[in-house]
């Protein structure tokens, strides 16, 4: 080979093909077109995802086949327009006064490729000005047909995206052949609406249009902001509630800001600061053992926060465990406890070094000094609030069993009785699958016992069972609607009452009752209370004695008695309130 036959320093068509198997996750790759129209000073970004259903074996599927980001930013000219898709090309003055989101120059480029296989840009700085288009197809440089990026040329985009920039300037970028993305999109907007959660906290209004093949139009959704400090707002709840007349969200208590001064590489003398942010999660989601397992901590996504979020340039780069940064050596994965407290690290693109920031801006983890400072720091607070949320939860477990001990005496005189009362059908006839079913789903109703985190709550329920077992005669406070009074329970040992909080005549009578019973030095609030459990239990104990087939009637009389007194304690309240 002689010298004018050198090879050349790279093969593009090999290259392209090759970098599309980086490290980005769909999410990730969404990412990097985002952060072009954040730096690009947008107000707004839409998200336009178009899916089509894929036949096969199995549950129906569906692929995404074509994403248009458009957003309301300064735009590009003939010049940024023309690099902005190559690589290693920064489109963003070199002589900013701060360092932006983007590093590399690579960014958008990368992550367009990693989710199809045509790009295509286009962009306006003058409303009154037509686009300027230019593209990239791996096709036609696999194909050796696209050796350079072509030169930019005026064209309009499809309709239904140019009318997202109506009488705007701005940049819309198209993706075409997508087929490295499929159309599960859960988790996406969440991953943009945390990632970019100080920008939209800030006023950045970001959209997702979603529609199938065929469709003549996109079902549009809002992007809220998550913030896994648990203080920042307004969320999809905060929305929800406002929309409803209802108070927004309860916040986190904000634990303080430590700041850790680094000096800038190649700048002597001068630093700059990691700044860490604790919080502690509101007391409502965080009362029993298990909570962040519930079903509305799983709406939050309180379950997922056991880890640390790091923020560069106030867009989050990593979210998850970062190893030995929450206590000693060897400790590398936080406890179930940490998702009720909140940490947040965020520093400056000038302490890149610091991080070990790449090109994908993932996985921005600190280095091995800078983490024993972050460690040292954070192990101060994290001691201290998990004996605080410890301590929540002993307190509000001494409450329920305290709350048990309410009926104790109804339910101890009745067991005393028992041996004197007949056993009739209503319970005989019960098989052991029917009764264990019985006690499950009592068990998964009380109010005392809500415990849903599969990790934490197995224990509970068994223990929760085995006492209702045990005991002839039982209470279990449960919520239903207002209109059932309680629900009986039969099975061969027991006899249980589910006494639903939310009925009238509990809240009105019973529950004031049940209070002054503590203060009432006579005793005959005491008695009222424990007189009204026993002739619940007398009722329930006379269900007992028909046969089977008469549980549709005895439910239907119970129905209709709780519907009648709700009915009457209501009509009695609204006189008193008259007169």
């Not at 630093?271 to 298990?290: F, M, Q, S, Y």
């Not at 997922?304 to 929450?326: K, M, Q």
């Not at 104990?541 to 129905?559: C, D, G, P």
């Amino acid at each position: 080979m002689t010298l004018k036959e050198q090879m050349p320093l790279i093969r593009v068509d090999k290259l392209y093909e090759s970098l599309r198997y980086n490290e980005y996750s769909p999410e990730n790759g969404m990412g990097e077109i985002v952060d072009n129209s954040v730096e690009a000073g947008a107000a707004r970004i839409d998200l336009c995802i178009t899916r089509s259903k894929q036949k096969g074996k199995g549950r129906p599927k569906t692929r995404i086949t074509e994403i248009a980001v458009a957003d309301n930013g300064c735009g590009m000219d003939f010049t940024t327009i023309s690099k902005c898709l190559a690589l290693g090309e920064s489109i963003r003055p070199a002589n900013r006064e701060r360092p932006g989101i983007g590093r590399f120059g690579v960014g958008m480029t990368l992550g367009s490729i990693s989710l199809a296989r045509r790009v295509e840009v286009y962009s306006r700085m003058n409303p009154e000005e037509d686009f300027l288009y230019s593209y990239i197809d791996l096709d036609e440089v696999n194909a050796r047909k696209l050796k350079k990026l072509p030169v930019p040329v005026p064209k309009t985009p499809a309709e239904e995206y140019a009318a997202l920039l109506k009488g705007q300037a701005g940049t819309i970028v198209l993706l075409k052949n997508c087929d490295r993305i499929d159309g599960d999109l859960e988790g996406l907007a969440h991953y943009l609406g945390r990632t970019y959660r100080k920008f939209i906290e800030r006023g950045l209004k970001l959209f997702m249009h979603l529609r199938m093949d065929g469709e003549p139009g996109f079902q549009t959704e809002p992007i809220y902001l998550h913030d896994p400090l648990y203080i920042a707002g307004p969320t999809k709840f905060d929305a929800e509630n406002r929309e409803k007349g209802l108070p927004m969200e309860p916040k986190a208590t904000d634990w303080g800001t430590i700041r850790i001064p680094k000096e800038i590489e190649n700048q002597p003398g001068k630093t700059a600061d990691v700044i860490i942010h604790l919080t502690l999660l509101p007391e409502e989601w965080r009362k029993i053992r298990g909570d962040g397992g519930s079903q509305e901590a799983r709406k939050r996504k309180i379950h997922e926060n056991e880890g640390i979020s790091i923020l560069r340039a106030d867009r989050e780069v990593l979210y998850g465990h970062v190893p030995y940064i929450t206590g000693k050596k060897g400790e590398a994965k936080s406890l179930d406890i940490d998702r009720f407290w909140g940490c947040e690290i965020s520093f400056p693109p000038e302490l890149d070094s610091y991080f070990q920031v790449r090109y994908i801006k993932r996985g921005a983890e600190p280095i091995e000094s800078l983490k024993e400072q972050i460690r040292n720091e954070l192990m101060k607070y994290i001691p201290g609030a998990r004996k605080i949320i410890r301590e929540f939860f002993s307190k509000n477990e001494a409450a329920a069993d305290e709350e048990q001990s309410d009926f104790a005496a109804a339910e101890n005189t009745m067991a005393e009785i028992s041996h004197n009362l007949p056993q009739g059908p209503g319970t005989t006839q019960v098989t052991p699958e029917e009764a264990d079913n019985k006690l499950n789903l009592t068990v998964q109703e009380a109010l005392s016992t809500k415990r849903p985190d599969p990790q934490e709550q197995k224990a509970a329920q068994e223990k929760k069972k085995e006492e209702l077992r045990s005991k002839p005669y039982s209470v279990e406070l449960v919520s239903y609607p207002k209109s059932f009074f309680f629900e009986t329970v039969h099975t061969p040992g027991s006899v249980i009452i589910k006494l639903n909080v939310n009925h009238p005549f509990y809240d009105a009578i019973m529950k004031p009752l049940r209070t002054a019973r503590i203060t009432d030095d006579s005793g005959s609030s005491r008695k009222t209370w424990d007189a009204l459990l026993m002739m619940l239990f007398a009722y329930a104990k006379a269900e007992t004695m028909f046969e089977r087939e008469n549980e549709a009637l005895l439910e239907q009389l119970r129905n209709q008695w709780g519907a009648v007194l709700s009915t009457a304690i209501d009509e009695t309240h609204k006189d008193s309130s008259d007169d």
